[in-house]
């Protein structure tokens, strides 16, 4: 499975990111996609994932501003981020889980930045 995201930039805080990430190869194999992050100088965290039948989880500190959303048409995800604050600045990475895995993910996109200034 390869993956390739898109959108991030840099944004002012309160500001808005859509971020993209579209899935290719051994589609049907995918049970899971989400979005990590990575601020500088930490550990890689959750943002969202979202199953193969829409049901999305959130971190707590992403919940009622972020939004993950899955095209399975387009073999796509899609992660809205509303409300930006500077402390979401970080590498977001794209990543998928396979059926019969059923705890981290199997495989990972390279990462997109997202900046947000105060």
């Known amino acids: 499975v390869q993956l390739q995201a898109s959108g991030g930039g840099l944004v002012q805080a309160g500001g808005s990111l859509r971020l993209s990430c579209a899935a290719s190869g051994n589609i049907a194999s995918i049970k899971v996609m989400g979005w990590y992050r990575q601020a500088p100088g930490e550990q890689r965290e959750l943002v969202a994932t979202?199953?193969?039948?829409?049901?999305?989880t959130y971190a707590d500190s992403m919940k009622g501003r972020f939004t993950i959303s899955r095209d399975n048409a387009k073999n796509t995800i899609s992660l809205q981020m509303d409300s930006l604050k500077p402390e979401d600045t970080a590498v977001y990475y794209c990543a998928v889980r396979r059926w019969g895995s059923f705890s981290g993910m199997d495989y990972w996109g390279k990462g997109t930045q997202v900046t947000v200034s105060s």
């Open positions: 979202i199953t193969s039948g829409g049901s999305p």
